[in-house]
């Protein structure tokens, strides 16, 4: 894949995470308001979240995180290993943590 696939695959990736970032925040006024307004609504929200800094830091969160295969724990990066489990289903060293 070239550099410029690349860049066209995260520019429509961006853009995709963008528009549904604001139809999901546009959801529950569908109905409620007129139909300019949402598309004056949708604007105003576009521009702050490409223009403004910290909008674009959290796009940018949301286009890393990567899409779940399926539902369940994720690890954490930088969280301590899980500990162990004895043979009965408890944790092991288990004692009475947190009586």
């Known amino acids: 894949m070239s550099q ?3 860049n ?3 520019r429509l990736r961006a853009e995709r995470v963008l528009a549904e970032t604001i ?3 546009l959801a529950p006024y569908r109905g409620l ?3 300019a307004m949402l598309a004056q609504l949708r604007e105003a929200m576009e521009d702050e979240l490409v223009k403004n800094p910290t ?3 959290l796009l940018r969160q949301l286009m890393a995180r990567p899409v779940p295969s399926s539902s369940g ?3 954490c ?3 301590p290993a899980e500990r162990g489990h004895d043979r009965k289903g408890g944790v092991a060293g288990g004692g009475r943590e947190g009586a």
């Open 23 to 25: 139809e999901r925040s």
């Open 4 to 6: 410029d696939d690349r």
């Open 55 to 57: 909008s674009v830091a």
């Open 8 to 10: 066209d695959e995260q």
């Open 73 to 75: 724990e994720v690890p």
């Open 77 to 79: 990066e930088g969280a």
């Open 33 to 35: 308001v007129p139909e």
